[in-house]
């Protein structure tokens, strides 16, 4: 099965034959619009040139990607300022999953960084000044002093720990990244 990446690249190269322009092409149209909402630029595209969903999705997803910040940015954001004291913490968790293979996904969203592997199996996110919480997905494993229920944190985690110090990535949370890393 190809991966996202694979299936995008022959998206791309289909893309003349099946819409008449290239990706360059559609890029330049599609910012010369202004627009800054994908669902915005995917309505433009269908309803005023004709192309189906599945290719106006993704030149709305290659038209915002080419306008946002570098990753690198994302994360410097979220770790400054008050919250510059948490970037060890986030370091020493990157350092963990970074171990558990070559598949691990490191994906910064503007607010937190979403872990994945097939599925997202945990994300990192800097909720307070003096406060790092830690998004598993660990579906089925009771949750306990530590191992917090994710209740209002996040939707899309079944289990929060709270990380102050970056002495609190210990031996225990490891565990748990690898074991949700394992389900994902």
């Known amino acids: 099965m190809?991966?996202?990446?694979?299936m995008a690249a022959t998206m791309i190269a289909n893309l003349k034959e099946k819409t008449g322009?290239?990706?360059?092409q559609w890029l330049k149209l599609t910012?010369?619009?202004?627009l800054e909402k994908h669902g915005q630029i995917v309505k433009l595209l269908k309803s005023e040139h004709g192309v189906t969903h599945g290719f106006a999705n993704l030149i709305a997803h290659k038209t915002l990607a080419a306008g946002a910040?570098?990753?690198?940015d994302l994360i410097g954001t979220q770790y400054s300022g008050k919250k510059a004291d948490l970037r060890p913490i986030y370091d020493a968790l990157i350092a963990a999953v970074s171990?558990?293979?070559?598949d691990v996904e490191v994906s910064p969203k503007k607010a937190y960084v979403s872990l994945r592997r097939n599925k997202q199996f945990?994300?990192?996110?800097?909720?307070t000044a003096t406060r790092l919480d830690l998004g598993l997905n660990l579906k089925g494993v009771p949750a306990g002093p530590r191992l917090e229920a994710s209740g209002s944190f996040n939707s899309m985690c079944s289990h929060r720990v709270r990380l102050s110090a970056k002495s609190?990535?210990?031996?225990?949370?490891k565990a748990w990244l690898k074991q949700a890393y394992g389900a994902a």
């Open 2 to 6: 190809a991966t996202p990446e694979e």
């Open 21 to 24: 322009k290239t990706l360059p």
């Open 31 to 34: 910012r010369a619009s202004k």
């Open 69 to 72: 910040p570098p990753t690198g």
């Open 99 to 102: 171990k558990f293979g070559k």
């Open 122 to 127: 945990a994300l990192i996110q800097p909720s």
């Open 168 to 173: 609190d990535v210990d031996a225990e949370v």
